[in-house]
């Protein structure tokens, strides 16, 4: 048992899908997998371990903000073993081209957050997910027939911005997206010796102001979990 996760070594998948809320991972857990043990209540930060064709794989909260999911992912390595990361979460549109209801696969992350601070680099550091997992979801994708935008997010440490401007300066460096959780689990995954990937549905654009009703983001959900899925 962890501060946080009151499971026994072994309850938990090498592979785990991090939505941001824990129920989703309850949603995911019950409507795609099969055999589903809970192994998680504290905080109710819920944690399931079920099977998906033949393979064992969990799925857990990782709550909002790179703090929340920096220490679920930190535990989750450290503690239970786990090799292979897969945030599945929503975002806002940086761009003109990339719709709501899109979905995105995160190679990198850039940051607003002080969080690589604490590996006193010389220099800047770039979040970046496991080329392995990129690979595999994109030919996931191809095969499901899920048309996905495939490039650099931004891991927000702000959703109410003082200035509500500064989302453009990163949209002008071609960043697609915005998100708050994916650069530190990249980094966790990368200081700790993992695999993570961030798979994204977009939720709402900031460029046209329009975001999907709750009818939407089920379907596009189940692409993103879909794919995720096939990581396992
Ligand atoms: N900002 C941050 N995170 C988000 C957003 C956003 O606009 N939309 C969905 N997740």
Known sequence: MTVHINAQKGDIA???????????????????????????????????TGVWNGRRVSVQGSGMGMPSIGIYSHELITEYGVEQLIRVGSCGSFQENVGIRDVILGIS??????????????GTYAPTASFELVEKAKSAADQLNIPVH????????????????????????????VEMEAAAL????????????AI?????SLVTHMATTSEER??????MIKIALTLA
């Not at 992350?109 to 010389?122: E, F, K, V, W």
């Open 200 to 204: 994204l549905t977009v939720s709402d």
């Open 150 to 177: 495939v490039g650099n997010i931004l891991s927000s440490d702000i959703f109410y911005d003082a200035n509500p401007e500064a989302w453009k300066k990163w949209a002008g460096m071609g960043v697609l997206a």
């Open 109 to 122: 992350a850039s940051t607003n957050s002080r969080y690589a601070h604490q590996y006193n680099l010389p």
């Open 186 to 197: 990249y980094m966790n995954a990368a200081f700790l010796g993992a695999k993570a990937l």
């Open 14 to 48: 090498k592979t785990i899908l991090l939505p941001g809320d824990p129920l989703r991972a309850k949603y995911i857990a019950e409507t795609f997998l099969t055999d589903i043990v809970c192994y998680n209540t504290v905080r109710n930060m819920l944690g399931y």
């Open 218 to 223: 089920e379907k596009t959900f189940a692409d």
